[in-house]
């Protein structure tokens, strides 16, 4: 069946980097973008961009721009999502979600708690 | 950036209501939205894609309309499982905003 499975929590202090890694199976992997959408404590859902695994084209939603990379690695069929000099606001559930035009299939979601 | 408003931000409601829920774009996105359902500790998941389709496996009292800048969700007779958070998201053009979220109480 089709899923994406998604790396373990992480906790970060201020100013670090974390890679979050999204692993799909059960379809071809470069058929479909790959959106991240994240969700703070309490709070409505925040698209943060998304890869084309087949040609590795990204974009970013304009207030991560430069702090943001997704990239994907078409061998094990997973994608990435960095982000970096992490701050207390970064603190939320992290999600992966395959699109054709819509998010029909997504991970469980990666905690990150940026805190010194 | 296409701003996306839905109302009510809350809605208390009974089993077996005919429930409303709105979403307003601040241009016009054709249609190019989509609603996901949301519960507590889950990951969102689409109910209505393009303006008024159906996913596949989502009950038939999940129905969905509009196009241009104004939409609505409509759950014919609410379910218990059916009292979750409820977004909008527009797939028109980057970046791929969604709504604030309508909470959906008993």
């Known amino acids: 069946q089709v899923q994406l499975v998604q790396s373990g929590a992480e906790v970060k202090k201020p100013g670090a980097s974390v890679k979050v890694s999204c692993k799909a199976s059960g379809y071809t992997f470069t058929s479909y973008y790959m959106h991240w959408v994240r969700q703070a404590p309490g709070q409505g859902l925040e698209w943060m961009g998304m890869?084309?695994?087949?040609?590795?084209?990204?974009s970013y939603a304009q207030k991560l721009q430069g702090r943001v990379t997704m990239t994907r690695d078409t061998s094990t069929s997973t994608v990435y999502m960095e982000l970096s000099s992490l701050r207390s606001e970064d603190t939320a559930v992290y999600y992966c979600?395959?699109?054709?035009?819509?998010?029909?299939?997504w991970g469980k979601g990666t905690t990150v708690t940026v805190s010194s | 950036d296409v701003q996306l408003t839905q109302s009510p931000s809350s809605l208390s409601a009974s089993v077996g209501d005919r429930v409303t829920i709105t979403c307003r774009a601040s241009?016009?996105?054709?249609?190019?939205l989509n609603w996901y359902q949301q519960k507590p500790g889950k990951a969102p998941k689409v109910l209505i894609y393009a303006a008024s389709s159906l996913q596949s496996g989502v009950p038939s009292r999940f129905s969905g309309s509009g196009s241009g800048t104004d939409f609505t969700l409509t759950i014919s007779s609410l379910q218990p499982e059916d009292f979750a958070t409820y977004y909008c998201?527009?797939?028109?053009?980057?970046?791929?905003?969604f709504g604030q979220g309508t909470k959906l109480e008993i």
């Open positions: 998201q527009q797939s028109y053009s980057t970046p791929y905003t």
């Open positions: 241009q016009s996105i054709s249609s190019y």
């Open positions: 890869i084309n695994p087949s040609g590795a084209s990204a």
């Open positions: 979600a395959r699109a054709g035009g819509y998010m029909d299939v």
